[in-house]
């Protein structure tokens, strides 16, 4: 089991209005590792709309850490 970012973008070119959900390919172990690298990365947000934390089944494939994102091999 592993938490990702869910993101919901506004903003776009093809479809002007319309809210986009987009779904972080990034998988983090704790919610607060995948959390903490949302705060860092969509607040304040600037075309994000609203973005959530979700479980997923699939493994952690990142680490987010003291500010600082890794690549788990």
Known sequence: MSFRCVII?????EKPGQLI?????LRF????????????MFEPPQTVESWDVETTIEPANYSYKKGKLSEIP
């Open 21 to 25: 959900e987009q779904i972080s390919p």
């Open 9 to 13: 973008t506004q903003y776009t070119k």
């Open 29 to 40: 172990a704790t919610e607060k590792e995948a959390r903490n690298f949302g705060k860092r």
